[in-house]
């Protein structure tokens, strides 16, 4: 297996984190409920990530009668990419095999999205 890029994941971080804002709406604000609504709308990869990532969010950010917001989207987006990412390139040669299997299950669901909006020709930015 080819090793991935970094930044091809961080982009899917990035991906997920404007799927999960897009399905909040114009409130600011993002449900358990509006996610279910989003999940069925996106693909395998992305409802696999979305769905693990919000929870992590969801349950990162907890305290009784708060709300997930586009800001905690953010810092969590922040805090995947050098805690769940990029702390296991340890060669920054990219994600090898071997490096993947030791991530978290949201690191590699965001690999798994990586490769999938790599394979379907999706450039940087195109979301």
Do not use: C, W
């Not at 897009?22 to 992305?46: C, F, H, N, Q």
């Not at 987006?77 to 990219?94: E, F, M, P, R, W």
Request: overall charge positive.
């Amino acid at each position: 297996m080819a090793r991935i890029a970094k930044a091809d994941v961080n982009r899917a971080l990035d991906h997920v984190a404007k799927q999960l804002k897009v399905a909040g709406g114009e409130d600011g604000r993002i449900s358990r409920s509006d996610v279910k609504k989003a999940l069925p709308t996106l693909t395998t990869a992305e409802k696999k990530l979305a769905d693990i990532f919000f929870k992590f969010v969801d349950h990162r950010d907890f305290k009784a009668g708060a709300t997930v917001t586009a800001k905690d989207i953010n810092k969590a987006v922040a805090y995947a990419k050098q805690s769940l990412i990029a702390k296991y390139d340890l060669n920054t040669n990219g994600l090898s095999k071997a490096e993947i299997s030791e991530m978290s299950l949201t690191g590699q669901r965001a690999v798994d999205l990586a490769k999938a909006l790599k394979a379907a020709g999706v450039a940087a930015g195109a979301d």
